[in-house]
Every structure is written in structure tokens, then in C-alpha cells.
């Protein structure tokens, strides 16, 4: 199976341990991993904040660059982006049906938006496998980011990979279903709100004893680990590919 890697521009630009763990976990999995150089930003930080239009070239970028027919599928280490291809392409393709700009735009990501998946969709369900062999000793919780939870609908499958890594011991965390705050540009627009749910977010987590918070979005651990880091927790934010890609052999400090 040949898929391509959808990194997401946060990744790359922050994150790019976690793009590397992505490749590492699918290549020991037998899946062959291909990087499309071209890719660029989905456009939800255009379309979230109210710039549809300006979205459109980059829904379209998307699809030439992922939609070409030797991916099998297209897996990304981000529910928020993920749920944008998946959710809202569809969506802005109707939108501009509906505003008699034709089906263009609904044509050009028709072949891209069924091949997405997050990380853990792509594991569970088209790989149809929960132990990826992974082991990293530590006391982890799980906070599901509001994309992956209500969005995509990812329910127990990032547990049911947590549940298997060799060593871990993972907790429940308090109200794990309540936003961390982030919220994209809600963070901007409304900081002093969001900084109240991130801390709301880091004292529950604080409360499970874990040493690691993991989740399967980097910008949700941007602010929840920003906020950590300011209270002086001593946690760590993790994101799931890390993990999961974390071995006896090359251990994941």
C-alpha cells in the first residue's frame, strides 16, 4: 500500500518530529510513504475565519497535489486538518455550486476527500490493527481535540492504540470531551477565554498523576503545552504518532 503524507504546515513548521514518527510507524508497518513536496496549507485557518473564497485555491491545490491515483490513501497526524478536507471541502464545493460559480470546485476534490484519513482512522480501520508494537513506559492521558471527537468521529480509536503500547499506563483524564481553548484564531480573538480553558484543561490533566497529556493534534498540544509550561506543571504534551512510534529499540525519551 502507498499513501501519501499529509504533514499540515503547522507540523512542518513547528512539528516536524512528528512527521518523521508518522513516516517511521507506517514504514514498520509495511506501508510505503511518500512526502509530496508541493503540498501546502488545507486553507482552515482562511475558511475558519471567514475568507471562504480565499480558501478555494488552496482546496484545489490539495486535490492536484494529493488527488493523483498512486496514493491509495492520503493519511495526515492532524484531526483538525483532516476534518477539513474530509467535512468542510464538500462543503465550500456546494457553497459555490449554490452561488452559481458551477461544480468546478465540488469536482476537483471529489477524489481527495474519501482518501483522507487521520492517523488513527488509517491504523484501525484500513490497516485494521490496534498493537503497531510500540512501547514507551510512561503514565499517559488522552485529551480527543474537538476535530478528531466531533468532526471525524474518531471515538476509541486513539485509545485502543494507546491501550496496546507496551509499558504505558494510560489514565483517564476529567473532562476530556471539554475544548482546551485553542479553537485556531478563537485563541487570538478571544485570549483571555481561551487561556481560562487551557488552564481549566491542564489542572484536570494535572489531576490524573500522568506525566505525559497526548493527543493527536499539534495545535491543541501547542496551547495546552504553552499553558503547562507557564503553571509550571511539570507534564509533557506528546503527540500520539510519537508514541505510537516509539520502540524498546529506539525509545522515545
Not at 496496546?164 to 478571544?190: Q, R
Not at 481561551?194 to 497526548?214: I, P
Request: charged residues 20%; negative net charge.
Amino acid at each position: 500500500m502507498r499513501v501519501a503524507l499529509f504533514l499540515t504546515c503547522v507540523n512542518d513548521t513547528l512539528y516536524p518530529d512528528t512527521g518523521r514518527a508518522v513516516v517511521k510507524l507506517l514504514t514498520r508497518l509495511g506501508v510505503e510513504v511518500d512526502f509530496p513536496q508541493a503540498q501546502t496549507c488545507c486553507g482552515q485557518a482562511h475558511y475558519n475565519t471567514g475568507y471562504r473564497h480565499q480558501a478555494e485555491p488552496l482546496a484545489r491545490h490539495f486535490s492536484d497535489v494529493f488527488g493523483s491515483g498512486a496514493y491509495d490513501a492520503i493519511v495526515t497526524p492532524s484531526g483538525s486538518c483532516g476534518a477539513m478536507v474530509r467535512e468542510l471541502y464538500p462543503r465550500m464545493g456546494e457553497r459555490a455550486r449554490a452561488e452559481g460559480r458551477g461544480a468546478g470546485l465540488a469536482t476537483a476534490v471529489a477524489p481527495v476527500v474519501p482518501k483522507t484519513y487521520e492517523l488513527t482512522e488509517f491504523l484501525v480501520d484500513v490497516l485494521g490493527v490496534t498493537d503497531v508494537g510500540a512501547y514507551y513506559p510512561h503514565r499517559v492521558t488522552y485529551h480527543p481535540t474537538c476535530h478528531g471527537l466531533r468532526s471525524l468521529g474518531l471515538g476509541e480509536r486513539p485509545t485502543r492504540l494507546l491501550a496496546t503500547v507496551k509499558g504505558l499506563e494510560l489514565v483517564e483524564l476529567p473532562g476530556a470531551a471539554e475544548c482546551c481553548g485553542f479553537g485556531g484564531t478563537f485563541a487570538v480573538k478571544n485570549p483571555d477565554v481561551s487561556a481560562a480553558m487551557g488552564a481549566d484543561k491542564v489542572r484536570s490533566a494535572v489531576s490524573t498523576g500522568a506525566d505525559v497529556l497526548c493527543a493527536a493534534d499539534n495545535s491543541c498540544l501547542m496551547h495546552i503545552g504553552g499553558t503547562m509550561s507557564r503553571l509550571r506543571v511539570g507534564m509533557r504534551p506528546v503527540h500520539l504518532a510519537e508514541i505510537l512510534a516509539s520502540t524498546e529499540e529506539e525509545p522515545l525519551a
